[in-house]
């Protein structure tokens, strides 16, 4: 942990010993004493007790609005009554059975009445394992060795995924990936349409595979037209379209970013909200190209089946949980309230810069919202902010600096944010948690100044 004779610092210190002793023994066991990169944070993160509905508590005591939302998952807001029953239902029945069991199909039957594009499905345990899941039936079903990626479009973390993500733009490999992997991936800038078919004109392209909304939850967003555009321009070449709703899916809309904008791609990857908070995943999609997993319809092709097994596949607490969860949102209008919840929160919050003066902005779709602070000094008003007139690289790479003391001033004036300055409400979030937002953004500014930071 840093030493630091920042006021904001030693405040945070103050207030959090507990959480400074478990950060101290974390580091001794954790590379970085995290366990998950986005948990990084200058000195050390809060460390949470418990939560529930829009807020969560540290081991000292401390209070905070969750805009992390389980890293996009809790749409429903921590400890919704219907999935914690339904796990509390299904763990004691048990908690891996080594077979299938009536909660996976139940499950299933609920994504593919939800995704119109679900003709089939397999369950993953991470996104992580859905995006590999997915490329590899691509490039099986195509015959086609390429991928093509938008930079700065997270896919999770496996091999295929690494170069273009925050860095490696230029398509290398990162560390501990080999160069015959990354020679798989073909990059193109986001939102480049020419620039995609002049690839896919190569012929040897598998898949497009995307962020539906942009890079991040629209951090870097995308037009829908694109979607249109690009779905068009797959089907010319006889390629795959992959929707990675890992975040997107069943927040956006009960269908989707694919059922909000009216685009079937040819696989989706779902995790986050479709395990209801748990660990889970699925691949979605195409029957014949999901087909490729399945004994009799591979033999009677001839074709080599492709062979997937991981031990936690529709855990059935999960299945519980998910099912849960996709009743609730499928049946009700949590997305259309979560995404309110997020336009009122992001219209209070560009009312605070304006008034302090401050040439930032807070933007975003749906039920999320990201905060630009400007790092090569914009002429901006924050109700007017374009961030399709930005470049990638000038949203993606902000003052790193800044952004970690503006995270640890929210914490202490009772927000919690992620580490990019983003966060996802909820259907627990209401009208206080925005006024308490605004004020500690009002409050955290404040700060910054003090400390000669703004």
């Known amino acids: 942990m840093t030493q630091s004779n920042s006021r904001i610092v030693a405040a945070w210190r103050a207030r959090t010993p507990a959480s400074a002793e478990l950060a101290g023994e974390a580091a001794r066991l954790f590379p970085s004493g995290v366990t998950h990169d986005a948990r990084l944070q200058d000195p050390y993160s809060p460390y949470i007790a418990r939560a529930e509905g829009g807020h969560k508590w540290d081991v000292d005591g401390n209070r905070y609005v969750d805009f992390f939302g389980g890293h996009g998952a809790l749409i429903l807001g921590h400890g919704h009554p219907d999935v914690t029953a339904a796990i509390a239902a299904a763990a004691p029945e048990g908690t891996q059975f080594g077979a299938s069991h009536p909660r996976e199909v139940a499950w299933a039957q609920q994504i593919s009445r939800m995704v119109p594009g679900a003709e089939r499905i397999r369950f993953t345990s991470s996104g ?127 269908g989707g970013a694919q059922g909000a904008f009216g685009v079937r791609p040819d696989l989706s990857t779902f995790a986050k909200i479709v395990a209801g908070g748990m660990p889970g995943a699925c691949v979605a999609g195409r029957r014949d190209v999901l087909d490729l997993l399945d004994v009799a319809a591979t033999a009677a092709a001839g074709r080599e089946r492709i062979g997937h097994q991981s031990t936690f596949n529709a855990s059935p607490v999960s299945a519980a949980a998910g099912l849960a969860c996709l009743r609730v949102v499928a049946g009700s209008d949590a997305c259309e309230r979560a995404a309110a919840t997020a336009a009122a929160l992001r219209a209070a919050l560009n009312r605070v810069l304006a008034s302090e003066g401050v040439p930032w902005a807070a933007y975003g779709t749906s039920s999320g919202f990201h905060l630009f602070t400007n790092p090569a000094g914009r002429a901006i008003r924050p109700d007017a902010f374009d961030p399709h007139a930005v470049p990638i690289e000038e949203i993606k790479n902000p003052n790193a600096h800044l952004v970690s003391r503006l995270r640890l001033a929210l914490l202490l004036n009772g927000v919690d944010v992620n580490s990019r300055l983003s966060g996802f409400t909820s259907i627990a979030h209401d009208a206080a948690d925005i006024e308490t937002t605004a004020g500690a953004l009002r409050e955290s500014i404040a700060m910054l100044r003090a400390e000669g930071e703004l």
């Open 128 to 254: 992580t394992e859905a995006t590999l899941m997915a490329l590899r039936l691509a490039r099986a079903f195509t015959g086609r060795p390429q991928l093509l990626r938008f930079t700065g479009h997270f896919h999770g973390w496996h091999d295929h995924m690494t170069p273009g993500y925050a860095n490696h733009f230029d398509g290398t490999p990162t560390p501990g990936v080999l160069a015959g992997v990354a020679e798989g991936i073909v990059l193109a800038p986001p939102g480049d349409l020419p620039a995609v078919e002049r690839l896919l004109a190569r012929g040897d392209v598998a898949a497009v595979i995307l962020e539906p909304t942009g890079a991040s939850f629209g951090q870097v967003p995308l037009r829908p037209e694109f979607l249109h555009a690009l779905r068009a321009a797959t089907e010319r070449a006889g390629t795959l379209l992959i929707m990675d709703e890992v975040v997107t899916g069943f927040r956006v809309s009960p």
